[in-house]
């Protein structure tokens, strides 16, 4: 990869991170969104050092031919002021190139290691794969929701709309809202509450049922955690990852609220979402 090469990598690699935040949102699926003004600034400016590394590269060898040209007798085997020294230095030049090969030093250095090729990668997967959200996969293979918090977490202290909501409304909560409650509020504040929950279907792995699940991140898809709820209806079990709204209430178990797997979601009415918001809570 010599200099020219390395420039429009720069190039293509900030091109990506702005091409992701700019005109689309699709960085919404790797990362949450404050991060989206540093990811502006880093594309702008691993640009604009690209395009520097080959007007520099492409000056320098126009100056490079300029001198050439401008010292004709150079080709006539002529030397520069100094012959001796100049000659000295060639000969030990030549000597090393055969010894270690490419340049002086053993090594060229106007050109990267073959590896840095590999930084096309993530220009390759933006323009060309644009990987998804996490979706029921994820959910599938994490076996469920995460664990309850601990036990001196277990009371008070709920933020979400349930906590200011009239009796008889229908409180709308994400599905990390209802999991917490369902997990930890002991005085079961959502018993006999209508709920509306947003989330993206994930087939039961025996066939029987479906859940309703959300993915909360804390900085970026790789820390992605599962909260999901097993809802309880007589429709048939949507396809995979397809979006849906829910309004029911909750199935208050009979046990301790911690011992429970999965807490239950009785369904009695659903709409299927056409644009999904942001894949993670």
């Known amino acids: 990869m010599n200099r020219i090469a390395q420039g ?16 689309t949102n699709l960085y919404l699926n790797w990362v949450k969104a404050g991060f989206g003004p540093f990811l502006v600034g880093a594309g702008a400016v691993t640009v ?7 007007v520099a590269e492409l000056r320098g060898e126009s100056s490079a031919l300029d001198q050439s040209e401008a010292t004709p007798e150079h080709a006539h085997g002529a030397e520069p002021d100094g012959g001796a020294a100049f000659d000295g230095a060639r000969e030990h030049d030549r000597a090393v190139a055969e010894e270690y090969g490419d340049g002086g030093h053993g090594h060229d250095h106007s050109r990267a290691p073959k590896v840095a090729w590999l930084l ?7 323009f060309v794969i644009a990987p998804p959200a996490l979706g029921s996969y994820t959910v599938e293979s994490t076996g469920g929701s995460s664990g309850p918090p601990p036990e001196e977490q ?4 709920f933020n979400d ?30 018993a006999g509450r209508d709920i509306e929950l947003t989330g993206f279907a994930v087939p039961d792995e025996e ?17 992605a ?4 709820v097993e809802v309880v209806d007589d429709g048939p079990a949507p396809e995979a990852d397809s979006w ?16 429970v797997s999965d807490h239950q979601f009785r369904v009695e009415e659903r709409e299927e979402v056409t644009d999904p918001p942001d894949p993670y809570e």
Do not use: K
């Open 8 to 23: 429009l990598t720069l190039v293509l690699l900030g091109a990506a991170a702005l091409t992701a935040t700019v005109p």
């Open 48 to 54: 604009l050092l690209g395009v520097l590394v080959i």
């Open 120 to 126: 096309l990668l993530p220009v390759f997967a933006v």
């Open 154 to 157: 277990s009371s008070g202290g």
């Open 161 to 190: 709309a349930l906590t200011e909501a009239d009796a008889g409304e229908t409180v709308s909560m994400a599905v990390q809202e209802f999991v917490m409650r369902a997990w930890i509020d002991e005085d079961r504040e959502m």
């Open 207 to 223: 066939g029987d049922g479906w859940y309703l699940a959300r993915l909360q991140m804390a900085c970026c898809a790789a820390d």
């Open 225 to 228: 955690v599962v909260n999901r």
């Open 244 to 259: 849906w709204t829910v309004r029911g209430s909750w199935v208050e178990p009979e046990g301790e609220l911690s011992d």
